[in-house]
T-cell receptor
Framework: DGGITQSPKYLFRKEGQNVTLSCEQN?????MYWYRQDPGQGLRLIYY???????QKGDIAEGYSVSREKKESFPLTVTSAQKNPTAFYLC??????????FGPGTRLTVT | KQEVTQIPAALSVPEGENLVLNCSFT??????LQWFRQDPGKGLTSLLL?????REQTSGRLNASLDKSSGRSTLYIAASQPGDSATYLC????????????FGRGTSLIVHP
């Protein structure tokens, strides 16, 4: 079955450490997205990529970085520059204008 | 900038009721609108996709309507069940080629037996 996998499901880090969240899709979708979800705030776009080796900042890109070296993979690094990194992170993909598929999410806790 | 608002933010109803969830958007230049369901601690699951040229879409007990000119969409849930308890989000895709959806904050629904 095609889908999006995110790992790990839960991630704990100490403040000041960089951490990378994995997102892999086998849907052959061109576009991939990273969203952050906080209670009561809905989904906010961090980065998106519409093609391999190209990506654009979303609304809240500061303190995050991404790469898109392969069509299937879009990892997100949360750097120590992100002031409030504790959140639920969702990866998504789409092809053209069709339905956006979401992964199961990674809950990151930084203490 | 597109803004998407969902009302109510939370809803608690007894099993069997018919429900209407509302989604409004400020810019009517949309390509399509989508309704999602999110269970606690999970990702989003697409429920219905309405193209801008369509008025409604149906899937089982769910019916979504779109009035692009007034910037509104409704999600109608018939004969609600406890298993419908979840957060429902709408997302608007703009016309013009970017296809970056704007999400509402969602309506948290509890259907109690």
């Amino acid at each position: 079955d095609g889908g999006i996998t995110q790992s790990p499901k839960y991630l704990f880090r100490k403040e000041g450490q960089n951490v990378t969240l994995s997102c892999e899709q086998n849907l052959n979708h061109d576009a991939m997205y990273w969203y952050r979800q906080d209670p009561g705030q809905g989904l906010r776009l961090i980065y998106y990529s519409q093609i391999v080796n190209d990506f654009q900042k979303g609304d809240i890109a500061e303190g995050y970085s991404v790469s898109r070296e392969k069509k299937e993979s879009f990892p997100l690094t949360v750097t120590s520059a992100q002031k409030n990194p504790t959140a639920f992170y969702l990866c998504a993909s789409s092809i053209g204008t069709s339905i956006v598929h979401f992964g199961p999410g990674t809950r990151l806790t930084v203490t | 900038k597109q803004e998407v608002t969902q009302i109510p933010a939370a809803l608690s109803v007894p099993e069997g009721e018919n429900l209407v969830l509302n989604c409004s958007f400020t810019d009517s230049a949309i390509y399509n609108l989508q309704w999602f369901r999110q269970d606690p601690g999970k990702g989003l699951t697409s429920l219905l996709l309405i193209q801008s040229s369509q008025r409604e879409q149906t899937s089982g007990r769910l019916n979504a309507s779109l009035d692009k000119s007034s910037g509104r969409s409704t999600l109608y849930i018939a004969a609600s069940q406890p298993g419908d308890s979840a957060t429902y989000l709408c997302a608007v895709n703009p016309s013009g080629g970017s296809y970056i959806p704007t999400f509402g904050r969602g309506t948290s629904l509890i259907v109690h037996p």
